[in-house]
């Protein structure tokens, strides 16, 4: 054997393949119906293809310098190149042919692959029956990898059709907060400074950790493992929320003591955690690891990132989108994050216009008074504040109150409403009180 041939592939291929999908969306579609990452030769290539299937996927625009953002190169050294690729004019209606000799070429080099690990076995002396045995399991695994990739496409229109109809939703994505979020879900809640988003997002971890729904205080089907990454507060602040949402909990949960509690996971970075660099993503996604959490509660927005030279807060945020979209999809969790109003609109996240469509539920919670220097008062009865949804939830069956209050004593720090006993809190209750799920009867036994 000629160890110093090279394995087949087409690197004009690969590049044009990319180069349609940069420049219109339909080459996109053909190619990630036809295509994996590691279909590509170049590593540089695959990792490219894979930020344009992650874009794509979340219906995001796919542009030259959000993917340069999102590779491991940086900004500097991948835009050059890639917008290369695209000043060569690929021809966008050639993309699946492109794509085909890709994929000819990527199944080719898994039959190489398979007949070096055979004169291995060979050369290595091994007996003729264990040669044999792996002999006819790699004839077997070539065969699967043919029916494959020819049912490639065939099994991406199977998978979109299933979930269309909505078979076995409550398994596909469970509910870790009863009627708010799902697992595979994002949220987002918008506020001023000093409301206590971050409390109300904690909350949300120490209820789901629990078992117990953050709104109601009523226990839920099971407690969901959290992971709260804390970029802002102080040590100060954490350990007060913590304190006011334990003897919370106690009550909802019944228990003697506090440390009778389940705690989530905290990876605090008071200075920020640029999750688009590579340190950044590392300290992250290995928190991720080791806590294996269906809900990751992170925030606020503006400490997740910093803006590249020549990117704007549109770029920027699409960036992050897509590191994002990546760690849910790999790790299949559930997120919650925050942020800041914008200036001079108190009623939708700051910065790029972005974050108004990205998640899946989007809300911003509003003091009586809009004054920014105003506080809310923590005690008595609590302050009402209002809910307004900046995001239709893309989930029918996601509902949101109209109102919380805010620091009541011998609740929750954030709480629904007057609810004498929460153990008995029902569907009919709801109902009576807010009208139901989204303006609509909810069926009774559906109760949280």
Request: net charge negative; hydrophobic share 40%.
């Amino acid at each position: 054997m000629n160890q110093s041939r090279l394995p087949p592939h087409d690197l004009d291929a690969e590049r044009a393949v990319l180069g349609a999908c940069l420049i219109a969306n339909e080459a996109c579609i053909a190619a990630i119906e036809t295509l994996q990452p590691g279909d590509f030769y170049a590593p540089q290539h695959a990792a490219v293809f894979d930020a344009i299937r992650i874009l794509t996927l979340a219906e995001e625009r796919v542009e030259p310098i959000v993917i340069a953002s999102m590779l491991p190169d940086g900004l500097d050294t991948a835009l050059p190149w890639l917008l290369d690729m695209l000043n060569a004019s690929p021809s966008v209606s050639n993309t699946r042919r492109y794509a085909s000799t890709v994929l000819e070429h990527s199944k080719s080099r898994s039959l190489i692959m398979i007949g070096s690990q055979l004169v291995d076995s060979g050369y290595n002396g091994e007996p003729a029956a264990d040669v044999a045995r792996v002999f006819s399991e790699q004839l077997s695994e070539s065969e699967l990898l043919r029916r494959h990739a020819d049912a490639r496409i065939k099994g991406f229109y199977e998978d979109m059709a299933t979930l269309d109809t909505g078979e076995d939703r409550g398994e596909a994505q469970p509910w870790i907060a009863e009627g708010l979020l799902r697992r595979g879900q994002r949220l987002l809640i918008a506020a001023k400074a000093g409301l206590g988003k971050s409390t109300l997002l904690r909350q949300l971890a120490f209820c789901a950790e629990n078992g117990v729904h953050p709104w109601t205080g009523q226990r839920t089907e099971k407690p969901r493992r959290a992971l709260v990454v804390e970029l802002e507060a102080g040590d100060w602040d954490i350990t007060a929320s913590m304190r006011s949402i334990l003897f919370g909990l106690k009550r909802s949960c019944d228990v003697a003591s506090v440390f009778d509690l389940s705690r989530p996971a905290l990876l605090h970075r008071p200075g920020g955690l640029d999750i688009r660099s590579s340190e950044g993503m590392a300290a992250l996604e290995a928190a991720i690891q080791r806590v294996s959490p269906e809900l990751v509660v992170i925030g606020p927005v503006k400490y997740m990132s910093i803006i590249r030279p020549g990117e704007n807060y549109e770029t920027a945020a699409l960036a992050l989108h897509g590191v994002l979209n990546t760690l849910s999809s790999r790790y299949r969790f559930a997120l919650a994050m925050e942020a800041h109003f914008s200036r001079g609109d108190h009623g939708a996240p700051g910065g790029s216009e972005r974050w108004v469509d990205w998640p899946d539920v989007g809300f911003s919670i509003h003091p009586p008074e809009e004054d920014v220097t105003t506080r809310v008062v923590v005690g008595g009865t609590g302050t009402e504040i209002t809910v307004k949804q900046f995001r239709i939830p893309r989930d029918a069956d996601i509902w949101l109150p109209s109102k919380l209050i805010r620091g009541a004593d011998r609740r929750l720090p954030w709480s629904v409403d007057d609810q004498p006993d929460p153990y008995k809190w029902s569907a009919t209750m709801f109902e009576t009180r807010f009208g139901g799920y989204n303006g609509e009867t909810h069926e009774q036994g559906a109760a949280f």
